[in-house]
């Protein structure tokens, strides 16, 4: 069964940090393009940040831009999002998706168009409250 699961989410504090992880289970996520993806309650889907197969390709969304970090290990199949400097409005749950072959824009980055995805994960709850 072909599986994604994300963890690491949890409840930190304005300025705080949390690392969450994507990982596979049933294929190896060599070949996919990955993207994280967060929903806040009452707003919209919005693909924060993806990473190409190889790595060699990230995108992150202007809301996100200097304070998330996208990367990968395909060794350990496993791929991670480092947040930084969290604001109440990072206040979502994340999830991850695949896709395969590399989902990539017209400028050949990876895309950050969520409906492109195939396989999601159930997703992991990041709130940030003082």
């Known amino acids: 069964q072909l599986q994604l699961v994300e963890s690491g989410g949890g409840l930190v504090h304005p300025g705080g940090s949390l690392r969450l992880s994507c990982a596979a289970s049933?294929?190896?996520?060599?070949?996919?393009?990955i993207l994280w993806v967060r929903q806040a309650p009452g707003k919209e889907r919005e693909g924060v940040s993806c990473?190409?197969?190889?790595?060699?390709?990230?995108n992150y969304a202007d809301s996100v831009k200097g304070r998330f970090t996208i990367s990968r290990d395909n060794d350990k199949n496993t791929v991670y999002l480092q947040i930084n400097s969290l604001k109440p409005e990072d206040t979502a749950v994340y999830y991850c998706?695949?896709?395969?072959?590399?989902?990539?824009?017209?400028?050949?980055?990876?895309?950050?168009?969520?409906?492109?995805?195939?396989?999601w994960g159930q997703g992991t709850q990041v709130t940030v409250s003082s």
């Open positions: 049933g294929f190896t996520l060599d070949s996919y393009s």
């Open positions: 998706a695949a896709g395969t072959p590399d989902i990539t824009t017209v400028q050949a980055m990876c895309s950050r168009t969520w409906e492109r995805y195939d396989f």
């Open positions: 990473i190409s197969s190889s790595g060699g390709s990230t």
